[in-house]
Each structure stands twice: as structure tokens, then as C-alpha cells.
């Protein structure tokens, strides 16, 4: 990459404020967010139980096997609030981790404006925000 060569356009179409997407955007993004939600919960109860399970019977390998379907989850669970998956490493302090996931501010999907964590919907372009 050049410093000193000129700034390009943006590949990708960002909304101005203000501008409403595409009903058709709008039910793909809402796709998107089942379909994170769903594989965060369908890694996340399997990963906590093992992990319970694993750390009362003392088995090692139950525990491990928990903490990684659980960071899978919380990889899920990142990109589902417009964050980097890599955040779900945050899934090695379990139940910490995911409150600190969830009170991170959430970015829009579409046009990546930041918004509190309890916000529902974007300000700028109207996106549905994950949960």
C-alpha cells in the first residue's frame, strides 16, 4: 500500500445519515441476525453445560471442549453486534466474557454507526441491530 498515492472511493455503498436502506437490505440483515443468533445459541447452552459438567466431575477435556464451543459462540455472538469475531476469545472468561461482549456499543451491520447496547434499531439508516 502506497502512503502517498491518492485516497480511493469506498467499494461499498455506505448510507448518508438520514438515508433509509432497502426493505430487501433490511430483511437480508435481519437474516443475517437470526442465522448469528441461532449458531450463538446452538454452540453457546451445549458449550456452558459442558463446561459446568466438566469442571464439577473434574474432567479436563469436558471443560476444554466447553470453553471452545463457547468461544464459538461468542465469535457468533461478536458479529451479531457488528463487532470482530476475534472478540469471542473473551470466551475464555466465560460468563465475564459475554457480559463484557454485551456491553460493548453495537455497530450497525449496514453502515457501521456505533449505538448504545440496548438500541434496536440504527439511528443513521434504519438496519435492524443484533440483540
Do not use: D, W
Request: aromatic share 6%; hydrophobic share 40%; proline share 8%.
Amino acid at each position: 500500500m502506497n502512503p502517498y498515492a491518492p485516497p480511493t472511493a469506498p467499494t461499498e455503498h455506505r448510507p448518508a445519515p438520514g438515508e433509509q436502506i432497502s426493505p430487501e437490505r433490511r430483511a437480508e440483515i435481519q437474516r443475517q441476525l437470526k442465522r448469528l443468533n441461532t449458531m450463538s445459541f446452538a454452540f453457546g447452552l451445549p458449550g456452558l453445560v459442558l463446561q459446568s459438567i466438566g469442571r464439577t466431575t473434574e474432567n479436563v477435556l469436558l471443560s476444554a471442549g466447553g470453553a471452545v464451543l463457547f468461544i464459538i459462540a461468542l465469535v457468533n455472538y461478536a458479529k451479531m453486534r457488528g463487532r470482530n469475531g476475534a472478540l469471542g476469545l473473551l470466551g475464555l472468561f466465560t460468563c465475564v466474557g459475554l457480559a463484557i461482549l454485551y456491553f460493548l456499543p453495537k455497530l450497525c451491520l449496514n453502515c457501521q454507526a456505533k449505538h448504545p447496547y440496548r438500541a434496536k434499531q440504527c439511528e443513521r439508516c434504519g438496519a435492524p441491530l443484533g440483540s
